[in-house]
């Protein structure tokens, strides 16, 4: 049961994945929540992601290639935030030919660019990767994870000039992604500005269908 999450920012990838992987036993690998811990050691890496910039594609195509060695991937897994580019659609292919894995199915989670800049703005995250809302999702204590309860924070790049130029980013590299997995048959479109828990039901019962 492999997976993988697409779409723009704010979508709400890391919210349903956070669900997806506790409800089907799954592995989540965010390489935004990777490269989020791995900025506080690398300063080119930092500079990057606060400009709203991709980080460049064999630094990322590496590094989920070795996640994809470790031994938990086994029992299925979650992509979300990777693949970005057409280049690393194609290095992930490979990598999943060597490793004999299949993709069961890719939700393509689609949101308009107003409703992402509203999202974004009022975006408070956790350090486990959980996500929420100040008006839409907010936690059940104010500025506390309810999964783990440390304090939120607001993204760097969640200002908004930075905001803007990830939008463009995604128009320019990631929307293409859309056609190479509709092409490979494996794509399933989700009307992203539905609520939270109507998005959750609809890719939940595709998964519960396909086991
Ligand atoms: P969002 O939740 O807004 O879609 P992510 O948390 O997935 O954003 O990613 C945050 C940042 O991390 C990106 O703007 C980019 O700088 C970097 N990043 C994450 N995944 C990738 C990737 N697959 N390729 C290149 N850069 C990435
Ligand atoms: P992504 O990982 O795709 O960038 P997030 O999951 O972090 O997106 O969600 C972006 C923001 O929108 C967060 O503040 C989150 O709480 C909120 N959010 C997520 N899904 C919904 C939804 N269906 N309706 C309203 N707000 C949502
Ligand atoms: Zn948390």
């Known amino acids: 049961m492999n997976y993988i999450l697409l779409g723009p920012p704010g979508a709400g990838k890391g919210t349903q994945?956070?669900?997806?992987?506790?409800?089907?036993?799954?592995?989540?690998l965010s390489t935004g929540d990777m490269f989020r811990q791995a900025k506080q050691s690398d300063k080119a890496i930092a500079s990057l992601m606060e400009a709203g910039k991709l980080i460049p594609d064999d630094v990322v195509v590496n590094?989920?290639?070795n996640r994809l060695k470790k031994d938990d991937v086994k029992n299925g897994f979650l992509l979300d935030g990777f693949p970005r580019t057409l280049n690393q659609a194609v290095e992930l292919d490979k990598m999943?030919?060597?490793?004999?894995?299949k993709i069961d199915a890719v939700f393509s989670i689609i949101i308009d660019n107003d409703e992402a800049v509203r999202r974004i703005s009022g975006r408070r995250m956790c350090e486990c990767g959980a996500s929420f809302h100040v008006d839409f999702l907010p936690p059940k204590v104010k500025d506390l994870c309810d999964y783990c309860k440390k304090k939120l924070f607001q993204r760097a790049d969640d200002k908004e000039e930075v905001v803007k130029e990830r939008l463009k980013v995604y128009d320019a590299q990631t929307k293409p992604l859309i056609d190479y997995y509709t092409k490979a048959g494996l794509l399933v479109d989700i009307d992203g500005s539905q609520s939270?828990?109507?998005v959750f039901d609809q890719i939940s019962k595709f998964i519960a269908n396909k086991k």
């Open 196 to 198: 939270e828990s109507a």
């Open 96 to 101: 999943l030919k060597t490793e004999n894995i």
């Open 17 to 28: 994945a956070k669900k997806i992987v506790e409800k089907f036993s799954i592995v989540h």
């Open 63 to 65: 590094m989920v290639k």
